[in-house]
C-alpha cells in the first residue's frame, strides 16, 4: 500500500540521519490507544525498528519492552531523558526486579547508552522513539554529542513522528464488507436497513460485525465503530479492496 512504502521512506531516512550523530539503532512505537504509564496493547501499535532481529523477537515478542525504565518513563512524560537516569535508579535500589532484568537483557545486546524522546500527544495518542548509540560509544559521550545536537536531534525526531502519525497504519485490516457494514452502524442505519443497502441479509450483515469485532480485538460493535474510525478503516476508501 502507498501509505506503508511512505512509512518505511521516511523511517529509512529517518535511520540514516540518527546514523549521522552516532544513534545506529532506533525504536520508535506509537499508539492511538494510549493507557496512563503504558502504551497499550501491542497490536494497536505501529513499532518501527532497525534493532537486530533477534533482539526485537525477545525485546517486543516476549514483552521485555513493557518493564524497560525508559519505555515506562516514555509512556507517562514528554521531551528528552538521558539513559543515564535509568543506571542512577538502579543505583539508588528504585527499580524493580523485572526492571533490572530488562536493563541486563539490554546490556547483554550492547543496548547500553543512548537517549529517549517521548512527543507531546493528546490523552490517547503517544508516541516515542529510543535512541542508541553506536556501540563503543559511551554514555559520557552520548552526552557530549546531546549538548551539541540535542535541539536538533529532538528537532528532527519531532518532525518524524509528525510525519508518521499522521498516516494510515493497521496491523489487522478489515474486509471491504466489514467496512460496509461498520459505516452504516455509525451512520445510524439499522441492521435491516444495512442488509438492504449492502443486498445481503441480516444473518450475513450480524456475521460481519461479528468478525470486524474479531479483527479489531473488541467486544461490542459501537468499539468497533470507534477503533475503525480512530484507525481511519472506515470512511477512507483505498484502491485496492478485500471482502
Not at 9 to 20: E, V, Y
Not at 60 to 71: C, H, L, N, R
Not at 73 to 102: I, K
Request: with cysteine; proline share 3%; glycine share 6%.
Amino acid at each position: 500500500m502507498v501509505q506503508q512504502k511512505e512509512v518505511e521512506s521516511a523511517w529509512k531516512l529517518h535511520c540514516a540521519r540518527m546514523d549521522h550523530y552516532g544513534f545506529d539503532r532506533l525504536l520508535y512505537a506509537f499508539t492511538r490507544f494510549h493507557r496512563l504509564a503504558a502504551f497499550g496493547h501491542l497490536d494497536d501499535m505501529l513499532i518501527l525498528s532497525n534493532h537486530d532481529p533477534d533482539y526485537l523477537e525477545h525485546y517486543i515478542s516476549d514483552g521485555i519492552f513493557e518493564d524497560a525504565p525508559m519505555v515506562k518513563w516514555a509512556a507517562a512524560h514528554e521531551g528528552a531523558c538521558s539513559w543515564n537516569w535509568v543506571e542512577e535508579r538502579r543505583q539508588s535500589g528504585q527499580l524493580t526486579p523485572r526492571e533490572v532484568e530488562s536493563i541486563r537483557f539490554n546490556l547483554d545486546h550492547d543496548v547500553r547508552a543512548g537517549y529517549s524522546i517521548a512527543f507531546p500527544d493528546t490523552t490517547t495518542r503517544k508516541g516515542g522513539i529510543g535512541l542508541c548509540a553506536r556501540k563503543g560509544i559511551s554514555q559520557r559521550d552520548v552526552e557530549e554529542i546531546w549538548a551539541e545536537y540535542g535541539r536538533e536531534i529532538i528537532l528532527q525526531n519531532t518532525v518524524f513522528h509528525l510525519q508518521v502519525s499522521s498516516m494510515p497504519h493497521v496491523k489487522n485490516t478489515l474486509s471491504a464488507r466489514q467496512r460496509e457494514a461498520l459505516e452504516g452502524v455509525a451512520n445510524g442505519k439499522t441492521l435491516v436497513e444495512i442488509a438492504e443497502l449492502m443486498g445481503l441479509s441480516v444473518p450475513t450483515i450480524e456475521k460481519h460485525l461479528r468478525r470486524a469485532r474479531e479483527v479489531l480485538d473488541v467486544e461490542t460493535t459501537a468499539q468497533a465503530v470507534l477503533k475503525a474510525s480512530v484507525q481511519q478503516q472506515i470512511f477512507n476508501r483505498r484502491p485496492t479492496e478485500t471482502t
